[in-house]
């Protein structure tokens, strides 16, 4: 299916923030958002903590940028990333939507480089960033990751990530980084948010996946929009928990797309990946925890029922 968005001289954008306690990370990212070269003509926050601890702080912080206005949203019954996202909808003013995560940091020219790009390739309708600072992967590691992600799972961003420069500007991809995300606001008249399957780390590339269906060719990393990425500790889950809720929702993923061609082969395939990945960190770290979340994982997401 193929729907094709009005064409646009200029953008406005608002940048969407998500955040759960993280009252230490927020002054650090918006110390960068102050300093782009470029402002948003609207930062829209949805702070889900458990304490409205940072709502002073972060509004004496945007009214030193006279061209942007603040929406804060205190809510503490909107539930996970994907609740916050799809709440920010309601509030937003411009014509693209920047879902930024709450312990970036921008380089200075970051909201630039992304309106340039939807300036300069008119069919962009969505786009995501560059981290600069990945965790270190090894080439045998980037064998190994686009060997066993084929078909549905095909992710071109392992591998680009992290490089100082790229020569091409825009390159092609059906997965984009929901944390350093942009779209046009219309998108989001076609595709909806998955609220009811309990998505977080895949929550990025099914909603991606689905505008892709809905705007072929249309999703692109713009190589040139740049920022780093620190992981905060807190409000963070244990390495096994993450394991297998990964596992869970790649099958979730398989199980909304196995009309594809060949996708329950992808799926197995990428599981044999993920199996001999765990087997050797078990091996590693002399512990069963990693093969033990294997299949816990493997075991909830046969037995999920996908909700339409």
Not at 44 to 64: A, F, G, H, P, R
Not at 136 to 161: A, P, Q
Request: proline content about 3%.
């Amino acid at each position: 299916m193929s729907i094709k968005l009005k064409e646009m001289k200029s953008f406005s954008i608002s940048v969407v923030l998500p955040t759960k306690n993280r009252h230490s990370d927020l002054p650090i990212f918006f110390d960068s958002l102050i300093k782009q070269s470029t402002f948003p003509n609207q930062v829209i926050v949805i702070d889900q903590s458990t304490e409205n601890l940072s709502e002073e702080l972060i509004t004496k912080k945007v009214n030193t940028i006279k061209s942007s206005k603040l929406t804060y949203i205190y809510n503490t019954s909107i539930k996970g990333l994907v609740e916050a996202k799809h709440h920010s909808l309601q509030y937003n003013k411009s014509d693209l939507i920047c879902f930024l995560e709450d312990d970036v940091v921008l380089e200075d020219d970051f909201i630039e480089k992304i309106i340039s790009g939807f300036k300069l390739n008119p069919k962009m309708n969505g786009c995501c960033g560059v981290i600069t600072n990945p965790p270190v992967l090894n080439k045998i590691y980037e064998f190994f990751f686009h060997l066993f992600h084929i078909g549905i799972y095909k992710d071109t961003r392992v591998g680009i990530f992290g490089y100082p420069s790229l020569s091409q500007k825009f390159l092609l991809s059906d997965k984009l980084s929901g944390g350093l995300s942009t779209w046009r606001k219309e998108v989001f008249s076609y595709v909806f948010f998955d609220l009811k399957n309990k998505l977080h780390y895949t929550e990025d590339i099914d909603i991606s996946t689905r505008v892709a269906y809905f705007f072929p060719n249309s999703l692109f990393i713009n190589t040139h929009a740049r920022l780093a990425h620190y992981f905060a500790k807190s409000n963070r889950s244990n390495l096994l928990i993450i394991h297998s809720t990964k596992i869970i929702e790649l099958i979730i993923f398989y199980k909304k797309r196995k009309n594809i061609h060949f996708s329950f082969f992808h799926l197995i395939w990428l599981l044999v990946g993920m199996f001999f990945n765990l087997f050797l960190k078990s091996i590693y770290v002399l512990s069963f925890e990693p093969i033990r979340a294997f299949f816990y994982g493997l075991y909830k997401g046969i037995f999920f029922k996908v909700v339409n």
